[in-house]
């Protein structure tokens, strides 16, 4: 592992904010880490408020968005709203859809199948609104490149509107409004929403015209806040607002859908990792192994008892999940192995019996084994399909972007992407993923990096200091949980292996003559004797509370140790 200490802020900046503040000086460079140097950006920070919303009219075609719904709904028209099978397509079909079905009941949803259609708006799904009457889609988490279905479904006489954040191409379709904050046009204030995200945006709008206020919009905040955590997106500034108010529908008073899928949790209060961890892969679950749609059906259902009844399915299919996860992550690594392919650039393997809804999964574990930018390929149809993750600081999109020549169709974000190509292209591709990768990787990037906000003393982490850590929440990209360094550490002479395949350590530390605190290393067992051999030694770690036997104390959660001299 390498430890990344973060550039240091100016002193000057750090100062004047902890004497604005009334905070020692290690918690204002955290703030000025993350953008927040004066009194009213800090209140801004610590308490998000729902003012803090943009208006949405700033976004590039809102107005045109809004005035053909409203045209569909004067005229009786009906509305398809469209999206994608995964976590953030199918809470922002259910967060349009419900939306306008408070006061309009000609809605109906779509959800296209991972396996026959594949990702995007699709043939069949324009069909399906075509055998149906409808005369508007509403795309949602995707469209932004569909520039021959739109033309196909204007040919039938269909309508688009596009709300989607991932990035466009050279050529925009040709709808009646597309929204996406990543438009070059577009100079909406923050351009990091996700697909539910833009959805959101959509519904404040049509709010404002119907007299209705952001406040009353706050219910179907808990669909954004899964989305935020979900798909992975900066927290910060709208998307810090949207996810700090939708946990708190999530643990007071969420949809029925999510209260079924949470309400045997042990934990008493979720955080954004939880959602990460525990709602979201039940969701994507439903599009992985056999329909997204059936993730709509749960997030929309008013009953909880019927919640509940599609809730137990999904844990079925999230069950196979795993089982499938784990048998394709063996699969995958054997064949890594087989072809000693350990030592290249990129991680690409195929297989075509891998099931198509779990191989991004299965990229996620392969990058963490090699920590390489990997694609893990599958056979879809008469095509092969990938699922494709990359590792800190390089962009896999602009990586697939070179190698266009051999792509049928890609697209993604800097860290996540999927493609389709034809199996003839499939040994070219390889050849040139590799060659970028190779040409443009800084080679310091294959390893895993801890990133440290700060170096400081044990005597530094006092209850307040805590206290106003946790104001720090939600953490997530670009506001992660503080990592810090201390050097000079001891065993108290109580360190262990834990757990039950004695994995994880348990020390206890003291620095100097300080107090101590205990700390705890998920799968550093190994380094026992290195931090029980009576020497002094460095860590990193975060910070948190353990609860035991009702007694609450600090404890440090071990990210690394190493021997002083290092």
């Known amino acids: 592992m390498r430890w990344n200490l973060k550039p240091q802020p100016d002193s000057y900046k750090v100062n004047h904010l902890a004497e604005a503040l009334n905070v020692d000086a290690v918690t204002a460079g955290l703030l000025v880490q993350r953008g927040v140097e004066t009194y009213e950006q800090a209140k801004q920070f610590f308490r998000p408020s729902l003012s803090d919303l943009h208006d949405p009219y700033l976004m590039k075609d809102m107005n045109k968005a809004v005035a053909r719904i409203e045209q569909a709904i004067a005229n009786g028209e009906n509305i398809l709203v469209f999206g994608d099978y995964d976590v953030d397509g199918t809470t922002s079909v259910a967060l349009v859809s419900s939306y306008l079905k408070t006061y309009y009941p000609n809605v109906d949803t779509y959800i296209p199948d991972r396996y026959a259609e594949g990702y995007g708006v699709s043939t069949a799904g324009i069909d399906y609104a075509d055998d149906n009457g409808c005369t508007l889609i509403i795309a949602l988490d995707c469209g932004i490149k569909s520039i021959d279905k739109v033309e196909y479904a204007r040919s039938k006489g269909i309508d688009f509107i596009i709300c989607d954040h991932h990035r466009p191409g050279d050529e925009l379709p040709d709808a009646v409004a597309v929204l996406d904050p990543k438009r070059d046009d577009c100079t909406y204030p923050y351009d990091e929403l996700c697909g539910c995200g833009v959805g959101f945006k959509l519904i404040q709008a049509l709010a404002q015209n119907c007299g209705q206020s952001v406040a009353d919009l706050v219910p179907y905040l808990d669909l954004v806040a899964t989305a935020i955590a979900a798909d992975i997106v900066p927290i910060t500034g709208e998307n810090r607002v949207l996810a700090k108010f939708g946990l708190g529908v999530i643990n007071s008073n969420p949809r029925p859908g999510i209260k079924a899928l949470t309400q045997n949790l042990k934990q008493k209060e979720l955080c954004i990792s939880d959602v ?16 997204g749609r059936f993730a709509v059906e749960l997030l929309t259902e008013a009953s909880l008892e019927q919640a509940e009844e599609f809730a137990a399915n999904i844990e079925s299919l999230n069950a196979d999940r795993k089982g499938l996860d784990k048998q394709m992550t063996v699969e995958a690594l054997q064949q890594i192995e087989d072809n000693s392919e350990q030592d290249r650039f990129t991680t690409v393997v195929y297989q075509d019996t891998w099931h198509k809804g779990v191989i991004g999964i299965v990229a996620s574990r392969l990058t963490e084994t090699y920590y390489r ?27 697939l972007e070179a190698c266009a020549e051999h792509l049928e169709q890609f697209g993604g974000h800097m860290y996540a992407a999927g493609l ?37 003393s044990l005597t530094d982490i006092t209850p307040k200091f805590y206290r106003i850590l946790k104001q720090f929440e939600p953490f997530g990209p670009s506001n992660m949980t503080p990592v810090f360094l201390t050097k000079g550490l001891r065993d108290s002479g109580y360190g262990k292996p834990i757990g039950g395949d004695n994995t994880h350590l348990k020390l206890f530390v003291r620095q100097n003559d300080s107090e101590g605190f205990g700390a705890v290393g998920f799968g550093l067992a190994r380094k026992k004797e290195l931090a029980c051999n009576g020497e002094e030694f460095s ?28």
């Open 276 to 291: 990460v961890f525990v709602i979201a892969p039940r969701i994507n679950a439903a599009g992985r192994i056999k329909h």
């Open 539 to 566: 860590a990193v770690y975060s910070v948190e509370e353990n609860v035991w036997n009702g007694q609450a104390s600090l404890q440090l959660r071990l990210r690394d140790i190493r021997c002083e001299e290092n």
């Open 373 to 399: 930018p990997t694609l893990v390929f599958t056979k879809s149809g008469d095509k092969l399909a990938a699922s494709a993750r990359s590792v800190k600081d390089f962009d896999i999109y602009n990586a």
């Open 420 to 456: 389709t190509l034809h199996a003839e292209q499939f040994p070219l591709f390889k050849s040139k993923f590799e060659e970028v990768v190779a040409s443009t990787i800084d080679p310091e990037l294959l390893t895993p990096e801890i990133s440290v906000d700060a170096e400081i």
